[in-house]
């Protein structure tokens, strides 16, 4: 009955004309360009990323995103092109939501040390609500031996929407060491409301994050891959009321990276994060889990994701640019 009552509240956040929230990676930078449209083509060469997420998995209706990306430096637009598609499922099959996305983000050197990209991105999501697999109050309070009478309540006329939406971000690079961004998605808030009455506009997401790539031995010195350094990072997200502040850290001791996050919602802290990854020259893989630490506990089973990452050769053709580091995970 506990979770029944969980999942009425679930979905109706979800169809009523309320403000809806994006999905959330612990492993921001494995997911790049979800975190910052300007991240596109900052490895140069061309790379594919794959990104799973189980959140609650305790909670039988949890929420699992996927999604797959791909970008690289093109020297005749003097930036980078990506693609990223992203699929959510909702407490259950109760509402899915789909993204397909391109980007392009263009390259200025400001100094010789200094680097900025600035990332445009074009969205289109569609949204399906599967009424069926609703639950309403006045069902359970008619319900007989655990069958379900059928709800007296009217569907919203609109079972699937689908809407254009557009975002932006500004990334830069010092030194080949220092990092930092800011993304605003859903510039033009694109109304995703079921009722064509209704009104729920998805509200814009600002995101800054920054970071450093310190070799142990040699500090801010150059490097592709140290074999033993520290990357010290900061995301602040913030959409409508919602705000969310992660602090920690990566150590890597190639070819392994441990890293670990303390994620707060500002209302109550959320999650403690751990990740362990392995990386090489051309792919890596991570797997991180949240321990929750608010209200919830851990009982809603916290959450699991996992990151891959492949770093194809630019081939014969020589790259003018050099890529902005950031961590891989």
Known sequence: MKLRLLLIFL???????????????????GNPLYLN???AGIKVCPRLTLNYRNQWPQMGANFVTYS?????FVDAISGGIGFLVMSENLADGVLTNTQA????????NLTKSLTMNAGFQGTYIQNKLNWNKLIFEDQLLSAIDNNLPPTLESPPDRMNIGMIDFSAGLLFGYNERLYGGVAVNHLTQPDNSFY?????????KITAHAGALIDIRNGLKSGEIEDLSISPNIMYQQQGE?????LGMYLNIYPFVVGTWFRHNFENPDAVIALIGFQHEKFKIG?????TVSGLTNATGGAHEVSFAWQFDCGEKTIKQKAI???RF
């Open 11 to 29: 979905v109706l956040l979800a169809v009523n004309p309320v403000k809806a929230q994006d999905a959330s990676f612990s492993q921001y930078y």
């Open 37 to 39: 449209p300007a991240l």
């Open 68 to 72: 797959a990306a791909y970008d690289q």
């Open 101 to 108: 996305s391109a980007i392009y983000s263009f390259r200025v």
């Open 196 to 204: 064509s009455n209704g009104s729920s506009n998805l509200e814009m």
């Open 242 to 246: 919602f705000h969310q502040l992660n």
């Open 287 to 291: 797997y991180s889990y949240d321990y």
């Open 325 to 327: 580091k950031c961590p």
